[in-house]
């Protein structure tokens, strides 16, 4: 099976003391490679250095929890950030950027800040990572006034099937993470087991998002083969199966063809 992560902060101080063993670990889970989002300007220099040592893909962006209410010079930054990194074939993504109803004392500068970077999505031809928490009527209202030639994921999804059937349907595909491993999680459940093949990428937020009765309590893509089993079983198909799936999916969706061999 051919697995990589979708999206893992992997650049998080949690990691700086044992990051070069977890990747070798990963290589022996026969993890390929991990996606690694983008969140603020002060955290990008680390993150690309990050990138380019472990030769991972990653995104760059303005995630909602560093958003401020005026988010001009950090959206001045990215537009930088970008221009200087857009021949670089690691770079395949917008983000993560999106809505955080649960922080949304800086909701006026969070949409100021995806509106900007949906729209430098759709000027460069890249696909937007978007993390979504309780605001999912208003992204997809904002979404649905954009064009997005490539579409993007919404990561951690955690929603209905009426809510999944609406980003499908805007070209969008689900990041199905640790979630799906939580015992009352029924309504993931119940949605994961109806989705298309096509329709989801498998991701695991590390260091976040721990799953429950983790023996790390870090997060780490080595729980990535669990959360392809409970797919599996939900959908009633085979692991090797919809890891296939999921790995060509996001091999599509960020175009991974050139760094993957």
């Given at each position: ?168 349907k805007l070209g969008f595909k689900l990041g199905?993470?640790?979630l799906i491993l939580k015992t009352n999680a ?76």
């Amino acid at each position: 099976m051919r697995i990589l992560d979708s999206h893992a902060h992997l650049d998080d101080a949690l990691f700086d003391i044992d990051r070069d063993e977890l990747f070798e670990s990963m290589a022996q889970s026969g993890i390929e490679t991990a996606i690694i989002p983008g969140v603020s300007p002060e955290h990008w220099t680390k993150q690309l250095d990050v990138a380019k040592q472990y030769a991972c893909p990653y995104g760059l962006g303005i995630h909602p929890w560093f958003c401020e209410d005026n988010p001009e010079r950090a959206l001045v930054q990215l537009t930088d950030k970008l221009n200087s990194a857009i021949e670089d074939p690691y770079l395949v993504a917008i983000g993560e950027c999106g809505l955080d109803k649960i922080r949304k004392d800086n909701w006026d500068g969070q949409i100021i800040a995806l509106e900007a970077q949906l729209t430098m999505a759709q000027q460069l031809n890249l696909p937007v990572i978007l993390h979504v928490v309780k605001a999912h009527n208003d992204m997809l209202s904002i979404l649905k006034r954009y064009s997005l030639p490539r579409g993007g994921v919404i990561h951690g999804f955690y929603g209905s099937s009426e809510i999944a059937s609406e980003y499908i349907k805007l070209g969008f595909k689900l990041g199905i993470g640790g979630l799906i491993l939580k015992t009352n999680a029924r309504k993931l459940k119940t949605c994961v087991a109806k989705l298309p093949l096509d329709s989801f990428l498998i991701e695991t937020d590390s260091p976040a998002m721990t799953p429950q009765n983790a023996a790390d309590p870090r997060n780490t893509p080595l729980i990535l083969q669990s959360i392809i089993t409970e797919i599996a079983n939900l959908q009633k198909k085979s692991s090797v199966l919809i890891s296939e799936h999921a790995f060509r999916n996001s091999v599509q969706l960020f175009d991974l063809k050139l760094i993957l061999i």
